[in-house]
């Protein structure tokens, strides 16, 4: 009977430190989540793609309008441009240094942290100039003392350790022990499922909006829609806010034809393509080259009068829909 007891001990531990190393796992994860405050569309065009080319969507663009308060374990970059609202500006400077995170901003800031040239912004704005935005990466990029990968590596094999004792335990011990641990830890495995399927339903709550459902609904119809077409359906900043919503959420994609953008339909690409080659005929250009050759990026935006961004982003379109 007490080698049972022991037993028995020893299960409800193990599950209790397997909830705990959830809890640990989701603390590493929110330490210096990388929060971009834009505050017109020039900053979030920069923040949006730095986030997609370089951080691969973990950081988080939010306008500066919905700042009321700030996590202090966050790391704030502050992309305000001369043209941004001083007012504004201000205003979300204030919340953020009286919650001591750490933030830097740009150079037209009257603070210690304006490190990023705002110059840059502009001239990736204007000219798509990808080694302007390669430098604001390298200013703004976090460099930790100990990386979460090596955090994590502990708590995967004492997860995995912990998991193996706990089914052995399991097997030691009787049924009426077994159906005791199931009513101990059922109500917290029900939570655990109702928070995960939270998650998995989240998109489908993105589309309770009006606003995003309008854009939607259009771009689901219509395969491609350019950001002008949307701009009568709401602000431009307000529209930014939920186009950067879907565009997380995987629902709709931006892509950017030199200096137009364009919102395509995900799940019809090869339709979305045929479109964007009727509206710029050097898209025609990039197809018909790819086809016949196999040439670089560089090459084929000389033939095709294009910039290499543009190119890149035409040419990494096609491989999706081959």
């Given at each position: ?55 691969n ?63 840059d ?56 022990s ?55 359906i ?7 806010w ?54 670089t990026?560089?090459e ?23």
């Amino acid at each position: 009977m007490r080698h049972e007891q022991r037993l028995l001990v020893v299960t409800i531990g193990s599950f209790i430190i397997i909830l705990y190393v959830l809890f640990a796992f989701t603390a590493i994860y929110a330490q210096n989540q990388v929060v971009f405050v834009v505050f017109d569309s020039c900053s979030y065009e920069v923040a949006r793609d730095i986030n997609k080319l370089f951080l691969n969507n973990t950081g988080y663009v939010a306008f500066s309008y919905i700042i009321t308060n700030v996590t202090p374990s966050s790391y704030y970059i502050i992309l305000a441009t001369n043209t941004s609202l001083q007012s504004e500006i201000g205003r979300v400077l204030k919340i953020i240094t009286n919650s001591n995170a750490h933030y830097i901003g740009t150079s037209i800031l009257s603070v210690n942290n304006n490190i990023i040239s705002h110059e840059d912004l502009w001239s990736y704005c204007l000219y798509g100039d990808l080694n302007a935005l390669k430098r604001i990466f390298e200013t703004i990029i976090i460099r930790e003392e100990t990386p979460k990968s090596t955090l994590l590596l502990p708590l995967i094999i004492g997860t995995l350790i912990v998991a193996s004792i706990t089914v052995f335990s399991i097997s030691q011990i009787s049924q009426s022990s077994r159906e005791k641990i199931t009513t101990i830890f059922k109500k917290p495995l029900i939570l655990l499922l109702l928070t995960l399927l939270r998650f998995r339903i989240r998109s489908e709550n993105i589309l309770e909006h009006p606003i995003r459902r309008t854009i939607y609904e259009k771009v689901i119809s219509e395969k491609v829609v350019p950001i002008s077409t949307l701009m009568k359906i709401s602000s431009r900043a307000v529209l930014e806010w939920h186009l950067s919503v879907l565009v997380r959420a995987g629902i709709i994609r931006e892509i950017r034809v030199v200096n137009k953008r364009f919102i395509i339909d995900p799940k019809h690409l090869n339709e979305a393509l045929s479109k964007l080659v009727k509206i710029d005929p050097r898209i025609e250009c990039i197809l018909r080259e790819i086809h016949s050759n196999k040439t670089t990026i560089e090459e084929i935006s000389k033939k095709c009068r294009i910039d290499d961004r543009t190119a890149h982003t035409i040419v990494n379109l096609i491989s999706q829909t081959s």
